[in-house]
């Protein structure tokens, strides 16, 4: 699956890419340093730690991943059968390609701007909604705006908590007694399609058991389900496609995420060479036909000199002047013809960017609401952010302050 295609009018069509994966209790504190960025090394290649500082944080653990996973358990009440390959925690991944944000005026370096942070709010607005216990973020355990590798991207995890159990749905008869088969066994209830019915009955304490939280997602479609809801509540609004709909394919690894990535910018660059190359083409072919055409006019520059001189009124109207002049009025005719098809090009050219430019104005509004709101309410804390800003910008390793929620770096 490519994240974004150059179409033949040099459109680029980006997707969306939600993308979860599950880890056993052993990998907190690899995961947890990685996404924090509190490793002194770090194994992926693609951080800039320059950048780093300009990450954002909607939830930030408190002594790392490991601990944040013992005090949530703690404060959830849940229970957890613990296994070898237990799944103890998952990991959520939203992006789009590079040119998506570029589009929304991201730069590598750079503060990230609003129309940006809206995006990613609204993202982590749905994975609250879809994987937060009652729709908060009490089992999240670390949630980040990476800024600093080459494309920004949302990375989160959570403990999938449930506090219902599933239960088999039994046949009864018209008594309300459970049918029995044969050899004495109840017989479980089955759907229109044949498959066996359940229901949820809720639990004494919450668990943390992966199976029934995708479970009561629709378990095999739990996935494609995900993808339909993120499309309908954000992917849509910002252009974003949905890719292929209906689709219940596994989540790849990160790495392998990254793989086809690159995969996809790759193609897209090819693509742009390609039309860079028949730009080049059509450019040579028009310098071509403009040569020949002069070529040809040479023979009737004679007839330009006779229309100007017959034009100037100092000259008789004899039969060969006047069959002259003719013809020069009908060549300076086709020339300013030809200019203004030129014209009428520029102007289609003119109205085509002012188009674009007022397709900007809301964006550039709502920037321009959100820092007067700013100024109005709270000037102090925005030249103190101001400053923080530039004091992090040119500080090679900031310390971070320990927070829970909201916007900080």
Same mark, same amino acid.
């Given at each position: ?52 500082? &300009? ?5 930030? !653990? ?17 229970? %957890? ?10 990991? #959520? ?24 942070? /809206? @995006?990613?709010?609204?993202?982590? /607005? ?15 355990? !670390? ?12 990375? +989160? ?50 668990? &943390?058991? !992966?199976?029934? %939280? ?11 389900? #995900? ?35 690159? /995969?996809?910018? &790759? ?5 742009? $060479? ?29 007839? +330009?000199?006779? %229309? ?9 109207? !004899? ?9 020069? &009025? #009908? ?19 003119? @109205?085509?960017?002012?188009? $674009? ?6 964006? +550039?509004? $709502? ?5 007067? @709101? ?9 030249? /103190?952010? $101001? ?23």
């Amino acid at each position: 699956m490519q994240w974004a295609i150059i179409t033949g009018g040099n459109k680029i069509i980006s997707y969306q890419v939600v993308r979860v994966e599950q880890f056993t209790k052993d990998s907190l504190g690899k995961i947890g340093a990685e996404a924090e960025r509190t490793s002194v090394h770090n194994r992926n290649e693609d951080i800039d730690s320059e950048r780093t500082p &300009l990450n954002l944080y909607f939830k930030r !653990s408190e002594g790392g991943l490991t601990a944040q996973w013992k005090k949530t358990m703690q404060e959830l009440n849940a229970t %957890f059968r613990e296994k070898k390959k237990s799944v103890a925690f998952e990991g #959520m991944i939203i992006t789009s390609d590079t040119a998506f944000f570029e589009r929304l005026g991201w730069k590598k370096g750079e503060e990230t701007p609003y129309a940006v942070m /809206e @995006f990613f709010n609204r993202c982590y /607005e749905f994975a609250l909604q879809e994987f937060g216990y009652h729709g908060t973020d009490k089992n999240i355990l !670390s949630a980040v705006i990476h800024v600093d590798e080459k494309t920004p991207y949302l990375q +989160l995890y959570y403990i999938p908590i449930v506090d219902t159990a599933k239960k088999k749905v039994y046949e009864k008869d018209a008594d309300g007694k459970v049918k029995r088969n044969e050899k004495g066994s109840p017989i479980q209830k089955k759907d229109e399609h044949g498959k066996s019915v359940y229901k949820y009955v809720p639990l004494e304490q919450p668990k &943390l058991c !992966s199976s029934d %939280f995708w479970g009561e997602r629709g378990g095999q479609l739990s996935y494609g389900n #995900m993808q339909d809801e993120f499309y309908e509540q954000v992917g849509v609004h910002y252009g974003l496609e949905r890719g292929e709909v209906g689709s219940n394919k596994k989540h790849t690894t990160k790495y392998q995420w990254q793989k086809q990535k690159q /995969e996809a910018e &790759l193609a897209a660059l090819n693509d742009e $060479k390609v039309h860079a190359e028949s730009i080049i083409q059509e450019a040579e072919t028009a310098v071509e036909t403009r040569d020949k055409a002069l070529e040809e006019m040479k023979p009737l520059q004679e007839y +330009l000199d006779a %229309f100007k001189e017959a034009m100037s009124g100092e000259l008789p109207f !004899s039969p060969s002047k006047l069959k002259k002049m003719l013809i020069g &009025l #009908m060549t300076e005719y086709k020339r300013l013809e030809e200019e203004k098809k030129i014209t009428d090009k520029d102007r289609e050219n003119l @109205f085509s960017e002012l188009q $674009k430019a007022e397709r900007r104005i809301p964006e +550039l509004e $709502k920037c321009k609401e959100f820092v007067s @709101f700013i100024n109005e309410y709270a000037p102090d804390k925005l030249d /103190e952010a $101001k400053r923080t800003a530039t004091e992090r910008k040119n500080a090679p390793k900031p310390p971070f302050k320990s927070q829970s929620n909201g916007w900080h770096k």
